[in-house]
């Protein structure tokens, strides 16, 4: 009787562990994204965006989806996070603008109010290993500060 109980303890044990919650840490990169951001540099195989075209960009996430705009052209999408993976990837699904249709492959990093990402070009089928870009990998390397509220 007092192994069935033992073993009865372990059973409920693990499926307690089984039914515990998801990490919360890909809600929390999610949530860390949510807002409007401004992209400080760009760099495109290896060659920087000129500043102005870099300043008219915007970047703005709400729950899973994001927009972005630059000189005037839009694109949204959803974005899907993994941060178990090192580095942390994103998936974005683009659903308007000049790519619709298509799948970009990144990895990002979040620092306080900054955040990095490198992209494959739309529809690649390689995602970025490292935040580097050059004419040969044609990786897009950015970085964001969330924007600054105006009241």
């Excluded at 807002?35 to 709400?62: C, I, N, P, T, Y």
């Excluded at 390397?141 to 009241?151: F, I, M, N, Q, S």
Aim: net charge neutral.
């Amino acid at each position: 009787m007092k192994a069935l109980s033992i073993a009865a303890g372990l059973l409920f044990v693990v499926v307690d562990v089984d039914a515990a919650p998801a990490p919360k840490e890909l809600k929390s990169d999610l949530s860390k994204l949510e807002g409007d951001w401004v992209f400080v540099s760009w760099e495109h195989a290896g060659v920087k965006l000129v500043e102005q075209a870099r300043e008219s960009a915007k970047w703005s996430v709400k729950g899973d989806k994001y927009k972005f705009e630059i000189q005037g052209i839009g694109e949204e999408g959803t974005l899907k996070l993994d941060s178990s993976k090192k580095p942390a990837t994103i998936d974005l699904a683009i659903t308007e603008g000049n790519d619709k249709g298509k799948s970009q492959l990144g990895i990002y990093k979040i620092e306080k109010d900054t955040i990095t990402f490198c992209f494959a070009r739309p529809d690649a089928r390689e995602r970025p290993t490292e935040f580097s870009t050059n004419a040969e990998n044609n990786q897009i390397l950015v970085t964001l500060k969330r924007a600054k509220r105006e009241d």
